[in-house]
């Protein structure tokens, strides 16, 4: 499986931007696709994930209420819309796949190129 992420850019503070992430090959019922984000001189971190087959979401504290993480079946893609954002929300935004509901990122094996996300105040 390849991941593709997108959709990143320049917002303002309390601005919205959507990433996609798209997925080539076969994505399993029993698979998890999450989201992480890597700030500048910061570690990695646990953004949202949702269960392929049931649509069950996980959020980081961070982002609950509002960050929503969905997907599209048909599609093979995942998106993340990101609402009300803050200058803290300013990260590289990766998608990430894994076999097993988790949010922790070594258990996810298939990683996407990221996307940059950088919001002003």
């Known amino acids: 499986v390849q991941l593709q992420a997108s959709g990143g850019g320049l917002v303002q503070a309390g601005d919205s931007l959507r990433l996609s992430c798209s997925a080539s090959?076969?994505?399993?019922?029993?698979?998890?696709m999450g989201w992480f984000r890597q700030a500048p001189g910061k570690e990695r971190e646990f953004v949202a994930n949702i269960r392929w087959s049931t649509r069950a979401t996980t959020y980081a504290d961070s982002v609950k209420g509002r960050f929503t993480i969905s997907k599209v079946s048909a599609t093979n893609t995942v998106y993340l819309q990101m609402d009300s954002l803050k200058p803290e929300d300013s990260a590289i935004y990766y998608c990430?796949?894994?076999?097993?509901?988790?949010?922790?990122?070594?258990?996810?094996?298939?990683w996407g190129q990221g996307t940059e996300v950088t919001v002003s105040s």
């Open positions: 990430a796949k894994a076999n097993s509901l988790s949010s922790r990122e070594r258990d996810y094996m298939w």
């Open positions: 090959g076969r994505i399993y019922s029993s698979h998890i």
